[in-house]
């Protein structure tokens, strides 16, 4: 019997283009009929593996140029509002482990606070890495900040939050914003805010599916 | 008054996204009403100048294996055949530069000669860095391929093969395909295959609206 879709979104609080990706996925996901799961990761740990020591749009001048003239036409099209940050990327491990407390708790408003974080980031030009900061935005959604910020320092935070970057990269994960679907040794992985609408089609496609067996699967699938 | 939008497709016949870009654009661009400008040109002088000695794709395995995924699932959208070709990144010199003679001679085929290399390269695993490989597609378009062989070879095609590289280059460009408008100074530029759509509505917006100053014009613009 086919299950309702499922879709997981990676996202990393220093990544531009994460920042429309998670403007828009609540909306999509509801209008395909998708279940969200969000999963705060940290990309650092992939760059270094990979031999990078800076965000590539810092090494690459030529790409980060275009980038931010790039992000910026997304951003006016969807209404967001962009200011080019004074720092990037600014680090944002303690943002994700306060995500990923919130979500632990399976707070409801744990998606405005991702929300909030990347427009701080992006639009406000706010240290994300500071905790005042997070803090100001916790209170700003009516959450005891006090709380959250002592809840993302437990042991068992900071392993969730480790362990979802080692599966982000036992699923091929190598930036973000991503989005998955299936089990790790199976994922189908979509990377990029503009390939947030196939993620989803293929969601629902796999979903409605008839259950068939790995190999058949296997043999109809692209490529 | 304005004037009929514009759009200069840029491409490398090593790269993997412009097949589904070259597939695509004249199509696309005829509906949007959009005047096509196709621009051959060669990646690898601007990867040496980002001190890249291979393919992204190669030196990032992690990042390779989505791409040809991604690759696969764009081609069976589009009902584009693919084939993992058995080289990669092949060598496009003597490709770009029949593809140069062509456009610069004003030939009706020139496109259909981009496609068919690409086709080639990315569906039927042939070297399309050899000359025979070049002559037969010719020959298939019912070209003279000696003749086209040579004109490939006159050293006016060979600088202007250098020029539009170096237009590339002082256009911002680090990748392909791209799409840019307007003059080098003032290029809006658009980057792989998912940009299409966004470049041509882009071009086409900036011919419809009434002539204003550049300074007006910069104060409008996204970003």
Redesign the interface.
């Known amino acids: 019997m086919p299950g309702q879709p499922e879709l997981t979104f990676w996202f990393e609080f220093a990544s531009t283009y994460s920042y429309p990706a998670a403007a828009r996925i609540e909306g999509l996901a509801a209008a395909a009929g998708v279940r969200l799961h969000w999963r705060p990761f940290l990309l650092g740990p992939l760059f270094a593996q990979?031999g990078l020591t800076d965000s590539p749009f810092n090494a690459?001048p030529?790409?980060g140029?275009?980038m931010?003239?790039?992000?910026?036409?997304i951003?006016?099209?969807l209404d967001l509002p962009?200011q080019r940050p004074g720092s990037f990327p600014r680090n944002g491990l303690h943002a994700a482990r306060i995500a990923t407390a919130a979500f632990e708790a399976g707070t409801a408003w744990a998606p405005d606070f991702v929300r909030a974080v990347y427009r701080a980031n992006f639009a406000e030009d706010r240290e994300i890495a500071e905790p005042a900061v997070l803090a100001a935005l916790l209170d700003g959604l009516g959450q005891p900040s006090d709380r959250w910020l002592a809840a993302a320092e437990r042991p068992e935070i900071k392993a969730s939050l480790r362990a979802a970057t080692e599966e982000a990269a036992a699923r091929?994960l190598?930036?973000a914003p991503s989005f998955t679907t299936g089990a790790v040794a199976e994922t189908e992985?979509?990377?990029?805010n503009?390939?947030l609408e196939?993620a989803l089609a293929?969601a629902r496609a796999r979903a409605l599916e008839p259950t068939v067996s790995p190999a058949a699967r296997s043999a109809t699938d692209?490529?």
């Open positions: 990979a690459y030529v790409k140029a275009y931010w003239r790039d992000l910026a036409r951003c006016t099209a962009l091929g190598f930036g992985l979509f990377w990029g503009d390939r196939p293929w692209p490529g």
